[in-house]
């Protein structure tokens, strides 16, 4: 994840220079069910929290926190 966040970092001076072109980044996290019952593999995005086994693994970079939801019901903290 920090060579991803690294791009994102360098969309902006990327679409500077080849424009508005979306960049999308394929996550990988913890799933224990892989149905997003149990929200284990949750990360924040500017919509909202989203599930990486359901909603993803593909998302929109520039809707991404890189944070992951470790307050999301079902997330197991310890991992």
């Given at each position: 994840?920090?060579?991803?966040q690294?791009?994102a ?7 500077k ?5 979306p960049?999308?980044?394929s996550?990988?996290?913890?799933m224990?069910?892989a ?15 989203k599930?990486?086994?359901?909603d993803g693994p ?9 944070e992951?939801?470790?307050e ?7 991992s």
């Amino acid at each position: 994840t920090p060579m991803m966040q690294a791009m994102a970092q360098l969309s902006p001076q990327l679409a500077k220079k080849h424009g508005n072109v979306p960049i999308h980044t394929s996550l990988e996290a913890r799933m224990g069910c892989a149905m997003g019952v149990c929200y284990s593999c949750v990360v924040k995005t500017t919509e909202g929290v989203k599930r990486v086994c359901h909603d993803g693994p593909v998302f929109d970079q520039n809707h991404l926190t890189w944070e992951w939801d470790h307050e999301a019901p079902g997330h197991d903290q310890q991992s």
